[in-house]
């Protein structure tokens, strides 16, 4: 489903979508341009939605039978998010990823896009435009950063481990008591960004791990196949892998390397 072709197209239109719809606005917007959604943490901009409206149409007409799971699409009709159980191949789209950051005219933020079929992703994509950074990763096929493959690697034995993690803003009480497991020695935690990013910094090797503790697709589906396919591994808090779908149990983490995420939900668990 995924050819050299396509995949080519489908990165075109990210570069481009972000060239004419998100860049534009950085550092630009106005009062006008930002709405709060659920909360003050919960922000969208006129470039979400622009952006999140031009990679609709354009990967739907790239793979005819496709639809589009986007996270502003979400917000206004939860509906849509039924698409991700269906038997069409699904695009999961994030326009801006770290839209707090991107308000605050911080370099931080990225696009996600992401295509899966049956629960699994096939393929991922993810740019970070600032500093020009466009990963890309497909199922069994690697991951490659600005052309370059990724390789994770694994922590050196004894050191600390870096860790982003869901900021306690967003967490249940029983959410923050797991993530209090990672308050321990050899364990260096601090709240995350965007969660594109730091998925992408776990896949180069600059970060351990993440444990977070929402489900949301559009923020895990590109990140998840990118820290996989550079040889890391993933793990909801009862073992198992995270079902794109949702109904995982949480909070969950990404890891350089299998062991790293079996360590991760072993502090996890214990701060439950």
């Known amino acids: 489903m995924i ?29 006008d341009d930002v709405v709060q959604k659920s909360g003050p943490h919960d922000l969208v901009t006129v470039a979400d939605q622009r952006a999140e409206e031009s990679l609709s149409r354009t990967l739907a007409a790239l793979l005819p039978g496709s639809v589009v799971v986007g996270e502003e699409a979400v917000h206004a009709k939860p509906a849509v998010y039924e ?23 911080h370099e931080g933020f990225c696009t996600l896009v992401a295509l899966a079929r049956y629960g ?6 993810t740019y970070v435009p600032v500093p020009g950074e466009m990963a890309v990763a497909r199922h069994r096929g690697g991951a490659l950063l600005n052309g370059e493959a990724l390789v ?15 900021h306690p803003d967003f967490t249940t009480e029983a959410q923050k008591h797991a993530l209090l497991g990672l308050r321990t020695e050899g364990v260096s935690p601090r709240p995350c960004g965007s969660a594109g990013v730091e998925y992408l910094s ?4 600059t970060l351990d791990a993440v444990a977070f503790s929402w489900e949301a697709a559009w923020d895990h589906a590109a990140g998840l196949l990118l820290v996989s396919e550079a040889g890391g591994a993933n793990s ?3 073992g ?3 079902r794109l779908a949702g109904g995982n149990a949480l909070p969950f983490t990404a890891a350089r390397d299998a062991g790293t995420a079996r360590r991760m939900v072993g502090l996890l668990r214990a701060g439950s």
């Open 152 to 166: 994770a690697g694994r922590p050196e034995d004894g050191r600390t481990l870096e860790v982003a993690t869901s």
């Open 240 to 242: 198992e892998p995270f």
């Open 202 to 205: 776990v896949a180069r090797g």
């Open 236 to 238: 909801t808090l009862d």
């Open 3 to 31: 050819d050299d072709e396509l995949a080519a197209a489908v990165e075109g239109a990210i570069r481009r979508t972000v060239a004419e719809e998100v860049m534009p606005r950085w550092r630009q917007l106005s009062d």
């Open 120 to 125: 699994e992703i096939l393929a991922s994509w």
């Open 83 to 105: 698409a991700l159980h269906g038997e069409a191949p699904v695009w999961i789209v994030d326009p801006i990823d770290g839209t707090r950051q991107f308000v605050r005219g």
